[in-house]
């Protein structure tokens, strides 16, 4: 059955840099899109970031543009978020998932998430 | 960047009710819409992609329909664990997501 464990959340000063990891199982990992989607305390939920299967095509919310970076490992089934200079309006739970194209782009498979927290 | 607004906001309703609620894109998304449903503590679940495709496992009674700028999900009978919030999604444009819908009991 599909998995995706998220990792690398915690508490960070503000200016401060984490890297969040998203190990994958279940399925032919470098066949699909995956995205990263966060959700503040309280809040709804927000996009994040988005890479292809082969790391061809990244994208990013303007929110994060130029602080955040994605990248993957097809040999590791795992997908990589690094935040850098962060701000106390990143704290959030930060969940890992899987895109897939069948008339539309959607997510079908979430990870449980982890926190980030940016405070000093 | 496209912007989706949800209404209503929150929603109170009982066991059996009909509830509907829409979610207007700021520009045409064609069928580039989606539906999730979210229970506090855990994470969104998939209910309609494609505007108005049921994913898999999820009960008939959940329903969507639209296309362009104006979308629905409709739940046909309320059920004791349909009480959640609701958000919509368009991957037409990169990804958003409305503000949320908040299903309580009434």
């Known amino acids: 059955q599909v998995q995706l464990v998220e990792s690398g959340g915690g508490l960070v000063k503000p200016g401060g840099s984490l890297r969040l990891s998203c190990v994958a199982s279940?399925?032919?990992?470098?066949?699909?899109?995956m995205t990263w989607i966060r959700q503040a305390p309280g809040k709804g939920l927000e996009y994040v970031s988005y890479i292809s299967g082969e790391s061809t095509n990244t994208n990013f919310a303007d929110s994060v543009k130029g602080r955040f970076t994605i990248s993957r490992d097809n040999a590791e089934n795992s997908v990589y978020l690094q935040l850098n200079s962060l701000r106390s309006d990143d704290t959030a739970v930060y969940y890992c998932?899987?895109?897939?194209?069948?008339?539309?782009?959607?997510?079908?498979?979430w990870g449980q998430g982890t926190v980030v927290t940016v405070s000093s | 960047d496209i912007q989706l607004t949800q209404s209503p906001s929150s929603l109170s309703a009982s066991v059996g009710d009909r509830v509907i609620i829409t979610c207007r894109a700021s520009q045409t998304i064609d069928n580039y819409l989606n539906w999730y449903q979210q229970k506090p503590g855990k994470v969104p679940k998939l209910l309609i992609y494609a505007a108005s495709s049921l994913q898999s496992g999820v009960p008939s009674r959940f329903s969507g329909s639209g296309s362009g700028t104006d979308f629905t999900l409709t739940i046909s009978s309320l059920q004791p664990e349909d009480f959640a919030t609701y958000y919509c999604q368009q991957t037409f444009r990169t990804m958003t997501f409305g503000q949320g819908t908040r299903l309580e009991i009434k």
């Open positions: 998932a899987r895109m897939v194209h069948m008339n539309c782009w959607y997510i079908d498979f």
């Open positions: 279940g399925f032919s990992f470098s066949d699909y899109y």
